[in-house]
């Protein structure tokens, strides 16, 4: 990556940041997105897969990736009435973050294991 050396190149790229943060950024969206990479679920089974969720804030994450477009809600009639989500192809947009996220946080995790076992 560049590192940009003044304000005018610095800009956009907070710009930027600022954005795909506004999008990504919670505790909980980059686990619903990756449990459901292996298909589609209904709302209790994600609920399940995304460990320490709550019903009202996976409703609320559920509804903030629809409405960016990362993922769909089919209704399915009932009774009872059955929910399921499933990625977008556009999530799939994401896929290389989560790769990079993912190497960094076993890397950082390993780097704090290893400053831990060091004696002082």
């Known amino acids: 990556?560049?590192?940009?050396?003044?304000?005018?190149?610095?800009?956009?790229?907070?710009?930027?940041?600022?954005?795909?943060?506004?999008?990504?950024?919670?505790?909980?969206?980059?686990?619903?997105?990756?449990?459901?990479?292996?298909?589609?679920?209904?709302?209790?089974?994600?609920?399940?897969?995304?460990?320490?969720?709550?019903t009202k804030v996976l409703a609320k994450e559920l509804k903030d990736l629809e409405a960016h477009q990362f993922i769909a809600?089919?209704?399915?009639?009932?009774?009872?009435?059955v929910v399921d989500y499933q990625l977008l192809p556009y999530a799939h947009s994401l896929d290389p973050v989560i790769e990079v996220l993912r190497a960094w946080g076993m890397q950082h995790q390993q780097r704090l294991e290893a400053a831990a076992a060091v004696p002082v």
């Open 1 to 54: 990556m560049t590192v940009p050396n003044d304000h005018s190149q610095c800009a956009p790229t907070m710009q930027a940041l600022r954005h795909a943060l506004l999008v990504v950024n919670s505790k909980w969206k980059l686990q619903i997105i990756v449990a459901l990479l292996s298909g589609a679920r209904h709302f209790r089974g994600l609920e399940r897969s995304v460990p320490g969720i709550s």
């Open 73 to 81: 809600r089919t209704v399915h009639p009932g009774p009872p009435v």
